[in-house]
C-alpha cells in the first residue's frame, strides 16, 4: 500500500463524522431511505390530507375562494388519467353544498416531463365541470422551477409545512418535521466524506480487496501456526476452517471421539474447540468450547438433558438445531491492531485458550459419556 493509498483513507476517516447514522430524531422516511422519493412523500401527503380537517379548506383559501366548513371529502394518491397519474387529486363538498376539487403536481427532485400539467387540467375541467377546480405545483424552495400550465399555482413545501396544523396524528407530525428538515430550505448536500468515497470508488475497492487478501492471509497464517504448536496432527486431531454466515471465520479442533454420526444430520452431536472471528470482525475475536446437537432421537435427547440438568452451559438456536457454550474467552489488547506485538498476543491467547477450552470440553465428554453408562445401568 502506497504512502498516497494510506493519505486517503486517512483523509477519508478525518471527514466520517457520522457516516452513515441515523440519530433518535430521524424521520420516517429518513430510516426507511425514502428521505426525497416523490411517491412515498405524495402519499404521506394524502394521508395528511385525510388527517387534517383544515388542511382541505386552507388549500381552497390559498386559490381565492371562500368556502363553508367542508362536510365531505375524499382524498387519492396517484390517480390514473389520460396523460400520467396525478400525485394527488382531493374532491370536496362544503356544509353549503358546494364542490371541489383541488390538483396537486408533486416535485421534489424532477421537473416537469411533456406535457403534464397541461394534460390534468383538460381532465379535471371536462369530467369535473360542475366544481370549483384548483390545481397547484408543489415544490421544495430549492426546486422553484414552475410548470407548463398557467391554471396551476405555485406553492412551496415551505407554505405547506406552514398551513399543516397542529395534529395530534404521530405519523403527520413525523412528516410535518421531515419537510421542515428536508424541503423549508437549501437542499442538505453530500457530506464530503461521501464526496470523498465516490471520487475514489475505484481506487477504494482495489484497497478493500488487498485488505481482504492480507485479512486472510493472516488468518491461516495463524490457523496454521495453532496447528502446529498445539500438534494437532501427531495428536490425531481434526481441523476445520468453516465460515459460519451468522458467526464468522471459525477454526475447530475436533478429537476423533468427539463427534457421533449416524450417517442422519437429524441424529447428529459433536464437540469442538474454536477460535472464533464474531461476523468475521477482527475486533471481536473469542475461544470457544461448544457442543452443538441436531434432532430428538434417544441419545440427543439424553445429552440435551444431561447438559440442562449439570447447567454446564448457556443454550442457543442455530440452524435449527441447538449448541451450548462449555468455554468462552474474548480476546482483547491494547496495541495497535496487527502490529507484530498485537500479533503475537493473538497467537499466545489463541493457543492458550485453545488449550483450555479442549480440556473443559474433553472434561464434559467424559462425564457426559459416564452419564450415559449410569443411564444405561438404571
Known amino acids: ?3 498516497g493509498d494510506l493519505e486517503l483513507i486517512k483523509s ?11 440519530n433518535e430524531n430521524a424521520s420516517f422516511l429518513e430510516v426507511i ?5 416523490e411517491t412515498f412523500i405524495s402519499r404521506m401527503l394524502a394521508y395528511t390530507f385525510e388527517k387534517d380537517e383544515e388542511l382541505v379548506g386552507k388549500f381552497i383559501e390559498f386559490a381565492g375562494e371562500h368556502s363553508s366548513c367542508i362536510v365531505n371529502k375524499t382524498v ?3 390517480k390514473v388519467v389520460p396523460g400520467g397519474r396525478i400525485d394527488i387529486f382531493v374532491e370536496a363538498q362544503d356544509s353549503s353544498g358546494k364542490r371541489y376539487t383541488i390538483t396537486i403536481e408533486n416535485k421534489i427532485n424532477s421537473k416537469e416531463h411533456g406535457d403534464q400539467t397541461d394534460c390534468y387540467y383538460n381532465y379535471v375541467n371536462r369530467y369535473y365541470g360542475d366544481c370549483k377546480n384548483m390545481y397547484f405545483y408543489l415544490t421544495p424552495e ?3 422551477n414552475g410548470c407548463k400550465s398557467e391554471w396551476f399555482r405555485p406553492i412551496t413545501y415551505k407554505q405547506l409545512y406552514l398551513t399543516i396544523g397542529n395534529n395530534d396524528d404521530d405519523k403527520v407530525a413525523d412528516f410535518k418535521k421531515h419537510i421542515k428538515k428536508y424541503f423549508c430550505g437549501e437542499k442538505i ?12 470508488y475505484g481506487n477504494l475497492k482495489r484497497l478493500m480487496s488487498e485488505a481482504d487478501e492480507a485479512y486472510e492471509a493472516e488468518k491461516q497464517q495463524l490457523f496454521s501456526t495453532i496447528k502446529t504448536k498445539l500438534g494437532v496432527d501427531e495428536k490425531g486431531w481434526k481441523t476445520q476452517v468453516k465460515l459460519e454466515q451468522s458467526l464468522g471465520d471459525s477454526y475447530r479442533i ?3 471421539n468427539w463427534y457421533h454420526n449416524d450417517d442422519d444430520k437429524t441424529k447428529t452431536f459433536y464437540f469442538y474447540a474454536e477460535l472464533l472471528y464474531v461476523d468475521n470482525n477482527p475486533n471481536e475475536i473469542c475461544v470457544q468450547g461448544t457442543v452443538k446437537t441436531y434432532g430428538h432421537d434417544k441419545k440427543n435427547i439424553r445429552f440435551v438433558k444431561f447438559i440442562q440438568d449439570e447447567q454446564y452451559a448457556q443454550q442457543y438456536v442455530i440452524n435449527k438445531g441447538l449448541f451450548y457454550i462449555l468455554y468462552q474467552e474474548p480476546f482483547s489488547s491494547q496495541t495497535d491492531m496487527y502490529s507484530d506485538e498485537w500479533k503475537s498476543e493473538l497467537e499466545k491467547f489463541a493457543i492458550e485458550n485453545i488449550g483450555k477450552a479442549i480440556e473443559k470440553t474433553d472434561q464434559v465428554f467424559k462425564e457426559f459419556n459416564e452419564y450415559i453408562k ?5
Open 254 to 256: 475436533y478429537k476423533e
Open 374 to 378: 449410569q443411564s444405561e445401568k438404571a
Open 189 to 200: 448536500r453530500m457530506k464530503e466524506v461521501h464526496k470523498k468515497i465516490l471520487e475514489n
Open 12 to 22: 477519508i476517516a478525518d471527514n466520517d463524522n457520522d457516516f452513515g447514522g441515523l
Open 1 to 3: 500500500m502506497s504512502e
Open 142 to 144: 430549492y426546486n422553484c
Open 76 to 78: 387519492r394518491c396517484e
Open 33 to 37: 431511505r425514502k428521505t426525497y422519493e
